[in-house]
């Protein structure tokens, strides 16, 4: 019998009067893909934020993910478990691939959730989440768009001849994107963010912050919020 | 700090003597806050707004002639929103539209102001007596305690607080402070100075608390560099500490706390290096209102997700929930 994929949402008890705090979890085919989601309470359907964590750090909080509530923005969030070191070298290249296959995997699914609108959707990630966040995007035929910030690692060698290479979905991506890149970044390198912009062959948009680091910018979180205006009407 | 250490400064309340008329101090500076006409307009900021949040900038007069600026992220979900009022960490400005957005998705309305003369958008008026080359906890150190930047960053915030009581649209029974460092002093010290607004307040590692042990432990650097700078410019041989230390204590979040009346969520991480998990001990000890302390470890002064989401309930619950 050929194995389907199921995906299944548990309630969080969060009081909140306008959203509703769920963890999912899509299993079959040899794979368990978790991920946090925060859907607007009110009836119909929704644009979607897929938003993906960097390493060396968990998924981010409840309450740093209900934010996109106040656009009007459902938020699934994946949990993968790269939470060690910071530096995506020190993991072993499938973990790296896995992690793509599972972000692609959670675009799929996400999508299909009975209050998503299917075609206004935004991939958002930090650091190795920018690269989680340019794959799920890469694999789409629709338009999505995709805001990353610091994305990484735009290039990883294996022993075997395996490769990971960001610039690759990058230009596979459709739609358009906003891209943040720290110039005193020195986990995420910034020579290979560069070329993973110039990657890009749809609508893009590249901000440079010449004295930040491997860190979260404020104003590029608020570039990020004009992104989701502006992609209520077109993507 | 270890948690069995922690635990054994559950009757930790301070290492500077609380000024006699530190209450009747507080009075006047209040009532001085409260004789200043409002000024303020309330207009469309760069981002646009979304159907159920309006992404608005307040710009008022402070004490002084500050001009102050804050975000002012207006929900629409409701007729009467209730409202977080957020401070926050020194010496940085209001963070993100985005991140102020977080209380927007609970359906709540938030003012952020920005501290004057800091990283954001809020202009001092300056004119403090003494040196004003090492931050703010000393800037007017050296003149009447009235004067201090702190005394005066509190009566605005009085004034903040009236703007708000006059704001329509916000439920008047449910106004909450959020803050962090010097955002959970300030939030405290707001709490404790205007009890008829505060209903509840969410207070992590609070800076600006028990100068006198800050400067003991060598903790005087980093944020609270200006206490050993002022030490070494100023009173290089100690001589003089009961008399600064002394105008300092109207100014610490630990005497705050004996006036806050509404519930308080606190938090403190045991790797904290820059503000003292001893001196916050002082300043939770010394809460009388209904509160609960929250013991992290590994965080050090950084954000502390867990005690974020903690307050998704403690604000969003009708009944006080501590989690």
Redo the contacts between chains.
């Keep these: 019998m050929r194995e389907e994929r199921k995906c299944s949402t548990k309630s969080v008890?969060?009081?909140?009067?306008?959203?509703i705090y769920e963890e999912l979890t899509i299993e079959g085919k040899g794979k368990k893909v978790s991920a946090r989601v925060?859907r607007p309470r009110a009836q119909g359907v929704f644009p979607l934020v897929l938003m993906f964590h960097d390493c060396g750090r968990k998924v981010?909080?409840?309450?740093?993910?209900?934010?996109?509530?106040?656009?009007?923005w459902g938020v699934v969030a994946m949990e993968h478990e790269l939470n060690g070191s910071p530096v995506p070298a020190d993991y072993e290249l499938d973990q790296l691939k896995e992690c793509c296959e599972n972000a692609i995997l959670l675009m799929q699914e996400a999508k299909k959730l009975s209050w998503v609108k299917a075609d206004r959707l935004v991939t958002w990630g930090e650091g190795f989440g920018g690269a989680l966040a340019i794959a799920a995007a890469a694999e789409e035929d629709g338009a999505v768009g995709c805001v990353v910030l610091n994305p990484m690692p735009a290039t990883i060698e294996g022993g075997d001849g395996a490769s990971f290479e960001l610039p690759w979905f990058a230009s596979r991506v459709k739609g358009s994107v906003l891209m943040g890149t720290c110039l005193m970044d020195e986990i995420a390198d910034v020579d290979g963010q560069y070329a993973v912009f110039e990657a890009f062959p749809c609508k893009k948009r590249h901000l440079i912050y010449p004295k930040y680091m491997h860190e979260r910018v404020?104003?590029f979180?608020?570039e990020?919020?004009?992104f989701l205006?502006k992609a209520?009407e077109k993507l | 700090m270890t948690l069995d250490e922690i635990k054994q400064l559950d009757e930790y309340r301070g290492s500077t003597p609380v000024p006699e008329d530190f209450e009747a101090f507080w009075q006047k500076r209040m009532e001085e806050a409260d004789q200043i006409p409002l000024e303020y307009t309330i207009s469309p900021s760069?981002?646009?707004s979304?159907?159920?949040?309006e992404?608005l900038e307040l710009r008022f007069t402070g004490f002084g002639g500050a001009k102050v600026y804050a975000k002012y992220?207006k929900?629409t979900?409701q007729v009467k929103s209730p409202m977080v009022l957020q401070f926050h960490g020194y010496p940085g400005?209001s963070?993100?539209?985005?991140?102020?957005?977080?209380f927007?998705?609970?359906?709540f309305s938030l003012i952020a102001m920005d501290c004057p003369g800091q990283g954001g958008y809020s202009q001092d008026p300056g004119g403090f007596t003494g040196t004003t080359v090492s931050g703010h906890i000393i800037a007017g150190l050296d003149g009447r305690p009235e004067d201090m930047y702190y005394v005066r960053l509190h009566q605005t915030i009085r004034i903040l607080c009236r703007i708000v009581s006059q704001l329509e649209e916000v439920d008047q029974a449910r106004v909450y402070v959020n803050g962090a460092s010097q955002g959970g002093a300030l939030g405290l010290a707001c709490a404790a100075l205007n009890p008829d607004l505060i209903g509840r307040a969410a207070i992590l590692y609070p800076f600006l608390s028990d100068y006198r042990k800050v400067w003991e432990l060598g903790a005087d650097q980093i944020a609270y560099e200006g206490l050993r700078y002022y030490s070494r410019w100023f009173d290089p041989d100690g001589s003089r500490m009961e008399e600064w230390m002394g105008r300092l204590a109207y100014i610490d979040t630990m005497n705050f706390a004996d006036l806050v009346k509404c519930p308080v969520l606190f938090g403190t991480d045991l790797s904290d290096e820059v503000c003292p998990p001893m001196t916050q001990c002082a300043v939770f000890n010394r809460l009388k209102s209904p509160k609960k302390r929250w013991i992290f470890s590994g965080h050090g002064h950084a954000e502390i997700?867990?005690f974020?989401?903690l307050?998704?309930?403690f604000f969003?619950?009708e009944e006080v929930d501590f989690g």
């Excluded at chain 1, 981010?60 to 009007?72: D, E, V, Y």
């Excluded at chain 2, 927007?104 to 359906?107: K, W």
Aim: glycine share 12%; net charge negative; proline share 5%.
């Design positions: 008890g969060f009081v909140n009067p306008i959203a925060i981010r909080g409840w309450h740093h993910m209900t934010r996109f509530l106040a656009a009007g404020n104003f979180e608020d990020l919020l004009k205006a209520e | 760069s981002i646009p979304f159907p159920g949040c992404y992220l929900s979900h400005a963070r993100s539209w985005l991140e102020q957005s977080s927007a998705g609970m359906g997700q867990e974020d989401d307050i998704l309930n969003g619950k």
